[in-house]
């Protein structure tokens, strides 16, 4: 993510397949100690992949819709200190000049 043509958030992700289970893997360099989170797919329909990790602090589930051509959009949501916390991120792709 960049703003003011500074990197805001930079996060690193893996899809993988492990015994048959597809896992999103993030890592973000100033959370969790820099060290990649398991999230389990759980469900694909109605043009949205989804992703859960009950037992990380926030977020539980990771979902991504392609609302259109060239933009994604980002949703991570679940309990934070007891309370229901959302973020979301839409996403377009840049232009190559």
């Known amino acids: 993510m960049i703003a003011n043509n500074d990197t805001a958030f930079s996060e690193r992700i893996s899809l993988e397949l492990k015994k048959n289970e597809l896992f999103y893997i ?6 969790n100690n820099a060290q990649p989170i398991n999230f389990k797919f759980v469900s694909s329909e109605n043009n949205e992949i989804i992703f859960e990790n009950k037992e990380h602090d926030f977020p539980q589930r990771i979902i991504y819709t392609n609302p259109k051509p060239d933009s994604l959009y980002a949703r991570v949501e679940g309990n934070d200190n007891g309370k229901f916390r959302k973020e979301e991120f839409f996403m377009q792709r840049s232009r190559q000049q």
């Open 26 to 31: 993030p890592t973000v360099s100033d959370q």
